[in-house]
């Protein structure tokens, strides 16, 4: 399983970006998939997880109302929707597949490169 995450970029508070997440390979359709970000210095953290379906979802209490995480299965990729962007939104964010619905990374078995994020004030 091959997870290419992009979307990416500069913009500045309060602006959006949707960030993609495109499987290839042994496909990531039907698995729980995730949305984690890493900022400098910080440990990284879950962000968002969708259930295999697309009708789960749950979010970190720093993104909620914010960010929406969705799927599309026929495309083998999962988006993430970034709204109202705030300057410690700023990270590396990662995608990543598991086969359970859950926000613990430690189940989460293959990962994407990464796309950076930054927000600007």
């Known amino acids: 399983v091959q997870l290419q995450a992009s979307g990416g970029g500069l913009v500045q508070a309060g602006g959006s970006l949707r960030l993609s997440c495109a499987a290839s390979g042994r496909t990531a359709s039907s698995y729980p998939m995730g949305w984690f970000r890493q900022a400098p210095g910080k440990e990284r953290e879950v962000v968002a997880a969708v259930s295999g379906s697309g009708g789960s979802t749950t979010y970190a209490d720093s993104v909620k109302g914010r960010f929406t995480i969705s799927r599309d299965n026929a495309k083998n990729t999962v988006y993430l929707q970034m709204n109202s962007l705030k300057p410690e939104d700023t990270a590396i964010y990662y995608c990543?597949?598991?086969?359970?619905?859950?926000?613990?990374?430690?189940?989460?078995?293959?990962w994407g490169q990464g796309t950076q994020v930054t927000v600007s004030s």
């Open positions: 990543a597949r598991s086969l359970i619905f859950t926000t613990r990374q430690n189940n989460y078995h293959y």
